[in-house]
């Protein structure tokens, strides 16, 4: 899915300031942006629209190549040990 850039307008010193504050938790202002906006997509856009989005956009999977068709040898059959014979008597 192609991403598209959202430029917004905000007084310069007030964005300084939030990125001063962010800084000293470890994130930025694009961070705290982008997790707003998945949070608004998830509450305002209906989830089978979203599942139907998300499965759209993921990679297709390659498929797997068929197996050539060889007869399975059979199992042999479990011989019962001394115990279970004994026990069985």
């Known amino acids: 899915m192609e991403n598209n850039e959202i430029k917004l307008s905000f007084d310069s010193e007030k964005l300084e300031a939030l990125a001063f504050y962010l800084k000293k938790e470890n994130s930025t202002v694009q961070k705290k942006m982008a997790e707003a906006l998945r949070l608004l997509y998830e509450q305002t856009v209906p989830e089978p629209l979203r599942e139907y989005l ?25 011989t019962a040990t001394h115990e279970e014979v004994h026990h069985e008597q």
């Open 54 to 78: 998300d499965a759209k956009s993921a990679p297709a999977r390659p498929k797997r190549p068929a197996r050539p068709s060889q007869p399975k040898p059979a199992a042999p059959k479990p």
